[in-house]
Structures are given as structure tokens and as C-alpha cells.
């Protein structure tokens, strides 16, 4: 059953701490998205990786935010220092460039910043 | 304006009835476009894509496109109050940016 899997779920931290954010894709798909979504803002890209490159990341605030895939079975997020701001549900999504731009979706991160 | 708009809702149909869920958007140049649908607490479910003018027909579920028009539209026939959820549409824009409209929530009464 392949699937895309988030970890960790559920991460509540006090504003200025580090958190980091972890997707694995399904495998041999070589397309990555992070997205978040809040009542108020709805569901908003933030980067996306082809072949573990970056192709945009023009959603993120770089000043804080960060995205890498060290390897093709790992994403990562990175929020230093958070802020009560960025609060939200962070998903991770996978798809394949075969041409049809279909994304599966992850559980989720849950993230509380307090 | 919004680069997809949809209506937020919340759209109420009983059960049985046909669901009509609209979507609209902005760039001219948007091939690929899809219908997810998320219930809540839980992630988007992609349940429909469609590339072309027309109609795609799978099981009760309809996605019609009109790239003239800029609007993709998702029908459910027969629907159930397993259907209740927020539908979401999302554009391809360019390369692989997709984006998502605010969601539509429809609630089928039994």
C-alpha cells in the first residue's frame, strides 16, 4: 500500500524554537510538494522539488523557512525560530512527472506554536 | 482576484440528489486540472483529474471542463452522506505549481 508518510504528526513548541518537518515520498515518484493550510488561508503552496531539485519556493517566507531533500526517499521542512504565525497544518505531497501532475497527499503535521 | 475560485458553501443536498460543484480560474494557459476532496482532519484525496474540453465520467463521479469558459465543474450523481467533505479544486498552472481553490464544503442530509 504505498503512501506518503509524515512524521512527526502532531508537534506543539514554544515561538523561537526550531522545528523540522519529515515526508517520505511514495516510492519513485520524483515530485515533492509542502503545502499549509489554515481556515483563513486555505491551502497554500509552499515549495516544490523535482528530482530532488528545487523548482520553486517562492510560498515560503525565507527568512525563516527551509526546504531540502537530502535524498529521493526524504523531504524536509524547517521553520527557525517559529512564530504563533505558523501554526497550521503542514502536508507533504508526492507525484510522478510522467505528465499528469497528480498529487497524493500525507497525513500531515499538525504544528502549534505557542 | 483569485487565481481559483470557488464557492466556499455550504452547498446542502439530500440524499440521492446531484451535487454540482463549480470552479473557476485565472491563467489562460492551465492544462491540468483536478477535484480533491478532504474530510475533516484529514489530507486532500485526489478523486479527479481531467485534461481536456469535455466530459470524464467515473462511477458517480462527473468532471466537466471548459477552458473557453476558464470553469471545471464535479457532479455526483446519487449522493450519499458519505460524500459530505469539502471538495477543492486545484489548477497546473505552469510546470508543476498547482493551485488550489479555498474548497467548497457540501453536506448531503439522509
Known amino acids: 500500500d504505498a503512501r506518503v508518510t509524515q512524521t512527526p504528526r502532531h508537534k506543539v513548541t514554544e515561538m523561537g524554537q526550531e522545528v523540522t518537518m519529515r515526508c517520505q515520498p511514495i516510492?519513485?515518484?520524483?515530485?515533492v510538494f509542502w503545502y499549509r493550510q489554515t481556515m483563513m488561508q486555505g491551502l497554500e503552496l509552499l515549495a516544490y522539488f523535482r528530482n530532488r531539485a528545487p523548482l520553486d519556493d517562492s510560498g515560503m517566507p525565507k527568512d525563516r523557512f527551509s526546504a531540502e531533500m537530502p535524498d529521493a526517499t526524504l523531504a524536509t521542512l524547517k521553520i527557525q525560530p517559529s512564530e504563533p504565525r505558523d501554526s497550521a497544518v503542514y502536508f507533504c505531497?508526492?507525484?510522478?512527472?510522467?505528465?499528469?501532475?497528480?498529487?497524493?497527499f500525507g497525513p500531515g503535521t499538525r504544528l502549534t506554536v505557542t | 482576484q483569485k487565481e481559483v475560485e470557488q464557492n466556499s458553501g455550504p452547498l446542502s443536498v439530500p440524499e440521492g440528489a446531484i451535487a454540482s460543484l463549480n470552479c473557476t480560474y485565472s491563467d489562460r494557459v492551465s492544462q491540468s486540472f483536478f477535484w480533491y476532496r478532504q474530510y475533516s482532519g484529514k489530507s486532500p484525496e485526489l478523486i479527479m483529474s481531467?485534461?481536456?474540453?469535455g466530459d470524464k465520467e467515473d462511477g458517480r463521479f462527473t468532471a466537466q471542463l471548459n477552458k473557453a469558459s476558464q470553469y471545471v465543474s464535479l457532479l455526483i450523481r446519487d449522493s450519499q452522506p458519505s460524500d459530505s467533505a469539502t471538495y477543492l479544486c486545484a489548477v497546473v498552472t505552469g510546470g508543476f505549481k498547482t493551485i488550489f481553490g479555498a474548497g467548497t464544503r457540501l453536506f448531503v442530509k439522509a
Open positions: 516510492l519513485g515518484h520524483n515530485t
Open positions: 481531467i485534461y481536456s474540453n
Open positions: 505531497a508526492s507525484g510522478s512527472s510522467g505528465g499528469i501532475y497528480e498529487q497524493y
